[in-house]
T-cell receptor, first 113, second 112 residues
Framework: SQTIHQWPATLVQPVGSPLSLECTVE??????LYWYRQAAGRGLQLLFY??????ISSEVPQNLSASRPQDRQFILSSKKLLLSDSGFYLC????????????FGPGTRLTVT | GNSVTQMEGPVTLSEEAFLTINCTYT??????LFWYVQYPGEGLQLLLK?????DKGSNKGFEATYRKETTSFHLEKGSVQVSDSAVYFC???????????FGKGTRLSVIA
């Protein structure tokens, strides 16, 4: 069966510090991968998605970036965090082909102080 | 464009009450439709789905029917429990590798 991991689970970082959040998927090959953010009490905001290694689509222009160094690994980064980067970050995957549902990881709670 | 509209929350119900959360969509072609549930502090879980008109998705006592004529996919449950308290998201998929399009979510609180 497939599983998705995210770490860390929680993170407190000062303004201006760098960020690296990691997501890995097990039990599948060539998945589509996604990064979302939820601000407190708000809906989902799609940040990036990837349909293959090195292929990243950015949905929102901001100080975040994403990379996919391996087939089942997706990394969200920032060089300098802003207060507005605080939120709940969710990674998700979808099997390639004709199955369209996305499966979400447990999330990372980021607080920028 | 493609979009999903959900009823504004929060929705507060007493235990054993009937639940309806409205969801309507705008999409080109024939989208697949989904309901997700998010419990506090957790990621989203797929609750049910429907891939073509008149399909009924069901899971854990929840149901939703894909109504093409009204472009709707309303979520229903006959008797809610306190443990159903969560945020519910309606979503659609319309084309190829495009990500799901999500509604803004509806918060449900069930009180004993």
């Amino acid at each position: 069966s497939q599983t998705i991991h995210q770490w860390p689970a929680t993170l407190v970082q000062p303004v201006g510090s760098p960020l690296s959040l990691e997501c890995t998927v097990e039990g599948t090959s060539n998945p589509n991968l996604y990064w979302y953010r939820q601000a407190a009490g708000r809906g989902l905001q799609l940040l990036f998605y990837s349909v293959g290694i090195g292929q990243i689509s950015s949905e929102v222009p901001q100080n975040l970036s994403a990379s996919r160094p391996q087939d089942r690994q997706f990394i969200l980064s920032s060089k300098k965090l802003l207060l507005s980067d605080s939120g709940f970050y969710l990674c998700a995957w979808r099997a390639s082909g004709f199955s369209y549902e996305q499966y979400f990881g447990p999330g990372t709670r980021l607080t920028v102080t | 464009g493609n979009s999903v509209t959900q009823m504004e929350g929060p929705v507060t119900l007493s235990e054993e009450a009937f639940l309806t959360i409205n969801c309507t969509y705008t999409a080109t072609g024939y989208p697949s439709l989904f309901w997700y549930v998010q419990y506090p502090g957790e990621g989203l879980q797929l609750l049910l789905k429907a891939t073509k008109a008149d399909d009924k998705g069901s899971n854990k006592g929840f149901e939703a029917t894909y109504r093409k004529e009204t472009t709707s996919f309303h979520l229903e449950k006959g008797s809610v429990q306190v443990s159903d308290s969560a945020v519910y998201f309606c979503a659609l998929h319309y084309s190829g590798n495009t990500p799901l399009v999500f509604g803004k979510g509806t918060r449900l609180s069930v009180i004993a």
